[in-house]
């Protein structure tokens, strides 16, 4: 696997995606990228003055942050980064702050440095599609923040028999995690319920971007969710945007959950497949000439 990559299968939810790009990258270019997967390694750049390759890449993996990592690009080696979280002044997951409208959809503004590359990535889109009925008209699946909370208590008049609102501790989707256990839900029912779902709610959490999002659109649901950073792949989704989380969006996404669902799908394989994510990453590397 990459470098300073040092975890095994089921013990990090980004193995699948970083197995299916190692295999598209040219085994010559492999050495040339460097993983980053924990706020230390982010902040503390000590690790990269040790390195003597004169053209590298680091993969910014997780941590949901919001971070400045230019300072990465002091040292001369690094010709890009590649994270999953773009940098957002004054970062904070609710209220938006300054989000504008473009193309009639409303965006948070990011501030990244243009040597770097923003992708989706999330650890549980290597499962098939599931061929399930979808049986549940809204759903959100999820650990329950203080924002979060005071959204489903402001839609909580809409919910009924054919909704599904599941809240668990701790981040239960881990491939090596089988059985629900200290309500923390298997991975495979995390994903069945998701799946079963006409309507997938996705809120901000610790960060404006969740997991759910990918997951969703690859188990073909409408998505309904706050406003997103400006950048080309949530640009290009078919998500229903709402800032003030009112009833009417809601209502339309249950209306059209067919056309809305089957986007989505594209969108995911177009976008933010681990093959099209890989494929990305691979046109980037090409770009600044490893």
């Given at each position: 696997?990459?470098?300073?990559?040092?975890k095994?299968?089921?013990?990090?939810?980004?193995?699948?995606?970083?197995?299916?790009?190692?295999?598209?990258i040219?085994?010559?270019?492999?050495?040339?990228?460097?993983?980053?997967?924990s706020?230390?390694?982010?902040?503390?750049?000590d690790?990269?003055?040790?390195?003597?390759?004169?053209?590298?890449?680091?993969?910014?993996?997780?941590?949901?942050?919001h971070i400045?990592?230019?300072?990465?690009?002091?040292?001369?080696?690094?010709?890009s980064?590649?994270?999953?979280?773009?940098?957002?002044?004054e970062?904070?997951?609710w209220?938006?702050?300054n989000?504008?409208?473009?193309n009639?959809?409303?965006?948070?503004?990011?501030?990244?440095?243009?040597?770097?590359?923003?992708?989706?990535i999330?650890?549980?889109?290597?499962?098939?599609?599931?061929?399930?009925s979808?049986?549940?008209?809204?759903?959100?699946t999820?650990?329950?923040?203080?924002?979060?909370l005071?959204?489903?208590q402001k839609l909580?008049?809409?919910?009924?028999d054919?909704?599904?609102?599941?809240?668990?501790?701790?981040?239960g989707?881990l491939?090596?995690l089988?059985?629900?256990?200290?309500?923390?839900?298997?991975?495979?029912?995390?994903?069945?319920?998701?799946a079963?779902?006409?309507?997938?709610?996705?809120?901000?959490?610790h960060?404006?971007?969740t997991?759910r999002h990918?997951?969703?659109?690859?188990?073909?649901?409408?998505?309904?969710t706050?406003?997103?950073?400006?950048?080309?792949?949530?640009?290009?989704?078919?998500?229903?945007?709402t800032?003030g989380?009112d009833?009417?969006?809601?209502?339309?996404?249950?209306?059209?959950?067919?056309?809305?669902?089957?986007?989505?799908?594209?969108?995911?394989?177009?976008?933010?497949?681990?093959?099209a994510v890989?494929?990305?990453?691979?046109?980037?590397?090409?770009?600044?000439g490893?």
């Open positions: 696997m990459f470098k300073r990559y040092t095994k299968r089921n013990q990090d939810a980004f193995f699948p995606f970083l197995n299916e790009l190692y295999n598209l040219p085994e010559n270019n492999r050495d040339r990228i460097y993983c980053a997967d706020f230390e390694e982010m902040v503390n750049h690790w990269i003055s040790s390195i003597t390759d004169e053209k590298i890449v680091i993969l910014a993996l997780g941590c949901e942050n400045d990592l230019s300072e990465m690009y002091r040292f001369d080696n690094v010709k980064i590649i994270r999953c979280y773009p940098q957002i002044s970062y904070r997951p209220p938006p702050m989000f504008q409208i473009k009639g959809i409303p965006v948070i503004p990011v501030n990244e440095d243009p040597r770097t590359i923003v992708i989706p999330a650890p549980n889109v290597m499962e098939e599609k599931l061929n399930v979808k049986r549940i008209r809204l759903n959100f999820g650990q329950v923040s203080g924002s979060r005071a959204k489903l909580s008049n809409m919910f009924t054919q909704d599904m609102i599941t809240v668990f501790e701790g981040w989707a491939r090596s089988t059985n629900d256990s200290e309500g923390v839900l298997s991975h495979e029912k995390y994903i069945k319920n998701i079963e779902s006409k309507v997938s709610l996705c809120f901000a959490g960060s404006h971007e997991h990918i997951e969703s659109a690859m188990q073909g649901c409408a998505i309904v706050d406003p997103l950073p400006d950048i080309d792949f949530y640009n290009a989704a078919p998500f229903v945007r800032i989380w009833q009417s969006h809601i209502e339309f996404a249950i209306k059209n959950y067919d056309q809305l669902g089957k986007a989505s799908y594209d969108w995911y394989n177009d976008y933010a497949s681990p093959n890989s494929k990305r990453i691979c046109n980037e590397l090409e770009r600044v490893i």
